[in-house]
């Protein structure tokens, strides 16, 4: 360890598989090696929910830290700390587009989409993650992460004139360029470790799980780290092994086939090794995204929970009855709204657990939390009225200790939601003079060293 320094992405390199190790103090080069001075990196991800919220139960009514939680908002009661509750950034650029496509698809880009039936689209700019991976890609082996559950809709939108890939990304890398998305869990872990999942019938005679292949590796390696890495490599391979369980464990069945849960024109084929089960799918695709940031194997990400305009139906969530995008057209009938809210509710609570699941990963002096920006939101406020002002957007995590959490900042005026982007990728050591149809940084945020 005093000869030489050790990398991350290499160190398994001999077993033949892309496996990276976390953040270890041990592991950091030392100032006259390397210009990385061994603090953390930060990480960005950006999640994804369609049509809206109920307002009424999301903006709080207090400013500052001492907000009474909304009811969409309680599963995050245990970490307010750590989260920020934005209010009033607005999309300006989606006013002209009806429906959902001219507000989905520039959700990260901010800037007007194309109206089109398929030919010539148009996100009006790439993406704030992909301009994020643009600058920081090279340090890692992948320099983004792209997830969703539901594949691309293709086809035309009647009712609006717009074509419904629209509503199926929000990842650009460039206007014209959409980034495919993968909603296959077992073959994004086969993207992060480089070591393919043997088919069921096969399992016993070849399959060799990827801890117990470079095992002989990490015992060799775990003797020269700290004893506070010792016990972080063992939490990392255990997060490895119960995550490849739990992907393993969701798509046993007859042949492993699964068809989403939506309307019959968006189903193109089926997608061997998908979980059947919409809440474990979301889980463990979320789980993923925290291994690739524990490895630092990338340090951007985005998750879209379901395409807009999707069919899913939410009746495996107690008193709904019916699908997302149908209940999201309340009508403000009650019955629906109350539905609505507890949609809302579920997506919250999906979040925390993942929020809950980075707090409790040690990295340097702080938490896996405290060096990440995890963005959660949607593309409008109220999903009757297809607004694409006030957006209801949390931020969480400390972005490398540069963001004052635990507050509800509401934004006066017409303030634009790249404006928080690009303050974003500040935080992320991009530095340009804007980004999208900012005016300048948001503001309030913390201070950058």
């Known amino acids: 360890m005093k000869s030489r320094t050790i990398s991350r992405r290499n160190f398994l390199g001999g077993c033949g598989v892309a496996l990276s190790l976390p953040w270890m103090a041990s592991l950091a080069p030392r100032v006259a090696e390397a210009a990385d001075t061994g603090k953390p990196p930060v990480r960005s991800a950006f999640l994804y929910f369609p049509n809206g919220v109920w307002e009424k139960d999301w903006v709080p009514k207090q400013a500052g830290a001492d907000y009474e939680m909304p009811a969409s908002l309680t599963p995050l009661t245990d970490l307010r700390s750590e989260v920020l509750v934005l209010t009033g950034l607005d999309k300006k650029n989606s006013h002209g587009g009806d429906g959902h496509y001219a507000k989905t698809a520039n959700f990260l880009t901010g800037m007007p989409v194309t109206k089109t039936t398929g030919k010539d689209i148009s996100s009006g700019g790439i993406s704030v993650d992909q301009l994020m991976a643009q600058h920081v890609g090279s340090a890692t082996p992948l320099p983004s992460l792209e997830l969703g559950t539901e594949p691309v809709i293709s086809g035309i939108d009647s009712n609006v004139g717009y074509t419904r890939l629209y509503g199926s990304h929000i990842s650009w890398q460039s206007p014209t360029r959409p980034?495919?998305?993968?909603?296959?869990?077992?073959?994004?872990?086969?993207?992060?470790?480089?070591?393919?999942?043997?088919?069921?019938?096969?399992?016993?005679?070849?399959?060799?799980?990827?801890?117990?292949?470079?095992?002989?590796?990490?015992?060799?390696?775990?003797?020269?780290?700290?004893?506070?890495?010792?016990?972080?490599?063992?939490?990392?391979?255990?997060?490895?092994?119960?995550?490849?369980?739990?992907?393993?464990?969701?798509?046993?069945?007859?042949?492993?086939?699964?068809?989403?849960?939506?309307?019959?024109?968006?189903?193109?084929?089926?997608?061997?090794?998908?979980?059947?089960?919409?809440?474990?799918?979301?889980?463990?695709?979320?789980?993923l995204i925290v291994l690739a940031?524990?490895?630092?194997?990338?340090?951007?990400?985005?998750?879209?929970?379901?395409?807009?305009?999707?069919?899913?139906?939410?009746?495996?969530?107690?008193?709904?009855?019916?699908?997302?995008?149908?209940?999201?057209?309340?009508?403000?009938?009650?019955?629906?709204?109350?539905?609505?809210?507890?949609?809302?509710?579920?997506?919250?609570?999906?979040?925390?657990?993942?929020?809950?699941?980075?707090?409790?990963?040690?990295?340097?002096?702080?938490?896996?939390?405290?060096?990440?920006?995890?963005?959660?939101?949607?593309s409008m406020s109220d999903g009757n009225r297809h607004d694409p002002d006030n957006l209801p957007i949390l931020l969480g995590g400390r972005g490398g200790k540069t963001l004052d959490t635990g507050r509800h900042l509401p934004a006066e005026g017409m303030v634009p939601l790249c404006n928080l982007y690009h303050a974003m990728l500040q935080r992320m050591g991009v530095d340009i003079e804007a980004f999208g149809d900012s005016s300048g940084p948001l503001k309030d945020l913390g201070t950058i060293a």
């Not at 997060?239 to 968006?266: C, L, M, T």
């Not at 990400?301 to 309340?330: C, I, P, Q, W, Y």
């Not at 809302?344 to 929020?355: F, G, P």
């Open 179 to 287: 980034v495919a998305k993968e909603i296959n869990p077992r073959l994004v872990y086969e993207r992060l470790f480089g070591k393919k999942l043997s088919p069921e019938s096969e399992k016993a005679e070849s399959y060799k799980n990827l801890l117990d292949f470079v095992l002989d590796d990490a015992k060799k390696l775990r003797p020269k780290l700290g004893r506070d890495d010792q016990f972080k490599m063992d939490e990392y391979l255990d997060s490895v092994r119960a995550v490849e369980k739990r992907i393993e464990f969701a798509v046993k069945g007859e042949n492993g086939d699964w068809q989403p849960d939506v309307a019959d024109h968006v189903i193109a084929s089926g997608s061997p090794g998908v979980p059947g089960n919409f809440a474990d799918h979301i889980s463990i695709m979320l789980d």
């Open 293 to 378: 940031f524990q490895t630092d194997s990338t340090r951007v990400a985005t998750m879209m929970f379901a395409n807009d305009v999707s069919g899913r139906n939410f009746s495996f969530v107690d008193g709904v009855k019916g699908g997302h995008h149908e209940l999201s057209h309340h009508e403000n009938k009650a019955e629906k709204i109350e539905q609505y809210q507890r949609i809302n509710r579920w997506h919250v609570e999906q979040y925390a657990r993942m929020l809950g699941k980075l707090a409790s990963i040690q990295e340097g002096d702080g938490t896996l939390l405290d060096n990440c920006m995890i963005l959660f939101g949607s």
